[in-house]
């Protein structure tokens, strides 16, 4: 199990370690399915990126992108 | 691709008694993780059996990573014969667990999960609670990586961590 932290000094730690926090604060502003429809945005421009990769003629990949907006 | 809304909403107008988990869930909950597949907790009832087999069988659910030709059929009785399931279907891959590590079967699963409106359905969603849970209990590095992410969000909400349902 991870320690539990102090929110703020968990923030504060995540924020340094390079986590976009603004970003967060942004999706909680969200519904859950608008949260979902920004999803299904982002993995349709995961796949087209793997198309054009496949145009160049890189072997593919499977869809992973943890980070990818 | 994935089209998780046309699941989603194929499930739930089919009354399946099912939890969103995993990366979708973590989505659901705030997260931008981006996940190719869409997990699921599904209830382990005869009669959920039927309605689950019912509302993937338009999408032609096969099994994923195993040879094409291999005879399967995603029915009451293969459900009732196997526990956990991936799967691939025209509209993206989708796993079916009957059990999720660290949580338990679906029952337990649910006392984890939240109900939220999801494309005008109303949808069980692991918490963020529940999300860590399992994720510690996962272990794996894809598993550890999202952590920060999702005690993140949690903080910014101002929820407790890690105490269960």
Not at chain 1, 23 to 50: D, G
Not at chain 2, 4 to 14: Q, V
Not at chain 2, 32 to 45: E, F, G, I, P, S
Not at chain 2, 111 to 124: D, G, P, S, T
């Amino acid at each position: 199990m991870q320690p539990i932290h102090a929110s703020a000094e968990f923030l504060a730690w995540a924020e340094q370690e390079g986590l976009d926090l603004s970003m967060l604060y942004e999706r909680l502003q969200l519904t859950p399915t608008e949260r979902l429809q920004r999803h299904q945005m982002a993995l349709e421009l995961v796949e087209a990126l793997r198309q054009v990769q496949r145009g160049r003629g890189h072997a593919p990949s499977r869809v992973v992108a943890d980070r990818a907006e | 691709m994935l089209q998780a809304a046309l699941l989603l909403t194929a499930l739930s107008k089919a009354e399946v008694a099912f939890i969103v988990i995993g990366g979708m869930a973590a989505v659901a909950q705030g997260a931008t993780y981006v996940t190719a597949d869409l997990d699921l907790c599904y209830q382990r009832h005869p009669q959920n059996y039927q309605r689950l087999s019912h509302a993937l069988y338009p999408f032609k659910p096969r099994l994923r990573d195993a040879p094409a030709d291999l005879p399967f059929v995603l029915d009451a009785a293969t459900l009732r014969a196997g526990l956990n399931f991936t799967l691939m279907t025209e509209v993206g891959d989708v796993d079916l667990l009957g059990e999720v590590t660290g949580l338990g079967p679906y029952e337990a699963v649910k006392a984890y999960a939240e109900e939220v409106e999801l494309y005008e359905h109303r949808i069980w969603v692991l918490t963020l609670a529940g999300l860590i849970v399992s994720k510690q209990a996962a272990g794996r590095a894809k598993d550890l990586r999202l952590l920060p992410e999702l005690q993140a969000l949690q903080a910014l909400r101002g929820a407790p961590r890690e105490d269960g349902p």
